[in-house]
């Protein structure tokens, strides 16, 4: 199975500032038709997850723009420009290109 | 728009065979280039994925449960399904149905304990 390498697990944000987050694959996710099967995901408290970026950098609809996801390979950073309350909760990254589908640890981003 | 529901019982005893439903609505189960999945989540821990299936009945399993695991889509119904034999304590977790061309869509869950 292909692991997924989250960092940091946990990250406490004060309001208005930037959060990153960081994922490595243990193989490049870059398939043969040029797309990138890296996705991310946020999981708000008590609800399902919810698809942010898909193909490494393609942002979902609905997304608000201070969300934006970058890499390619193995390695991939999902940024928020400027975090409001309403980000808190766990986000995933996942792999797409190999079965089984894999998800990292999930990183916990709250609010200071 | 598109909205899927997982069905079934919260609560199996162990040894016995876990099932479950997700019921697509508005939308149908044939359109599109989707795989349907089945996603769990252990409590407080991360997300596994178990399984999918395409419309055509062709699936994909997570080698460690393929041994256990079945999947099936009735189309008449706009449903598939999951059923997981002999399961045991760590089987108990939140599972979700989703829909796979990102996963762009998730039921909200069901909670499956075993237990005696």
């Known amino acids: 199975d292909i692991v997924m390498t989250q960092t940091p697990l946990s990250l406490s944000v004060t309001p208005g500032q930037p959060a990153s987050i960081s994922c490595r694959s243990g193989q490049s996710l870059l398939h043969s038709d040029g797309k990138t099967y890296l996705y991310w995901y946020l999981q708000k408290p008590g609800q399902s997850p919810q698809l942010l970026i898909f193909?490494?950098?393609s942002r979902f609809s609905g997304v608000p723009a201070r969300f934006s996801g970058s890499g390619s390979g193995t390695d991939f950073t999902l940024k928020i420009s400027r975090v409001e309350a309403e980000d808190v909760g766990f986000y995933y990254c996942?792999?797409?290109?190999?079965?089984?589908?894999?998800f990292g640890q999930g990183t916990k981003l709250d609010i200071k | 728009q598109v909205q899927l529901q997982e069905s079934g019982p919260g609560l199996v005893k162990p040894s016995q065979t876990l099932s479950l439903t997700c019921t697509v609505s508005?939308?149908?189960?044939?359109?599109?280039?989707?795989?349907w999945s089945w996603i769990r989540q252990h409590p407080g821990t991360g997300l596994e994925w178990i399984g999918h299936?395409?419309?055509?009945?062709?699936?994909s399993y997570n080698p460690s449960l393929k041994s256990r695991l079945s999947m099936s889509v009735d189309t008449s119904k706009n449903q598939f399904s999951l059923r997981l034999s002999s399961v045991t304590a760590a089987d108990t977790a939140v599972y979700y149905c989703a829909r796979h061309g990102y996963f762009d869509l998730w039921g909200r869950g069901t909670l499956v304990t075993v237990s005696s």
């Open positions: 508005g939308g149908s189960i044939n359109s599109g280039n989707y795989y």
């Open positions: 193909e490494a950098s």
């Open positions: 996942m792999q797409g290109l190999h079965l089984p589908y894999t």
């Open positions: 299936i395409f419309h055509s009945g062709s699936t």
